[in-house]
Nanobody, 122 residues
Framework: QVQLVESGGGLVQAGGSLRLSCAASGRTFSIYYMGWFRQAPGKEREFIAQIGWSTGNTDYGNSVKGRFTISKDNAKNTLYLQMNVLKPEDTGVYYC???????????????WGQGTQVTVSS
């Protein structure tokens, strides 16, 4: 199992910045990718970004490209999301998640943190 704890959310004005962190513990050797997702009230969960835990390869959702940067510190087992030029539509609960690889089997995102609230005021 992998345990995830997010931090860094809060209230910020439009145009501002926030940095989220996600600390992983447990069977971190099985981590293949880590990602960030968000969910706004009344909306479906949205993919934000992901990063290969060994490769560092990154992918971003279209709504955050050029504004958000995902990064990691393998030594600390910590994932980050630097969010710049925040917009009111970025408001939501942000979750980090883990995609595992065990042997030759790659699992979909199946371990999730508790989420951290980000609110962007206009």
């Amino acid at each position: 199992q992998v345990q995830l704890v997010e931090s860094g959310g809060g209230l910020v004005q439009a145009g501002g910045s926030l940095r989220l962190s996600c600390a992983a513990s447990g069977r971190t050797f099985s981590i293949y990718y880590m990602g960030w997702f968000r969910q706004a009230p009344g909306k479906e969960r949205e993919f934000i970004a992901q990063i290969g835990w060994s490769t560092g390869n990154t992918d971003y959702g279209n709504s955050v490209k050029g504004r958000f940067t995902i990064s990691k510190d393998n030594a600390k087992n910590t994932l980050y999301l630097q969010m710049n030029v925040l917009k009111p539509e970025d408001t939501g609960v942000y979750y980090c998640a883990v995609r595992r690889m065990i042997g030759l089997t790659v699992y979909d995102y199946d371990y999730w943190g508790q989420g951290t609230q980000v609110t962007v005021s206009s």
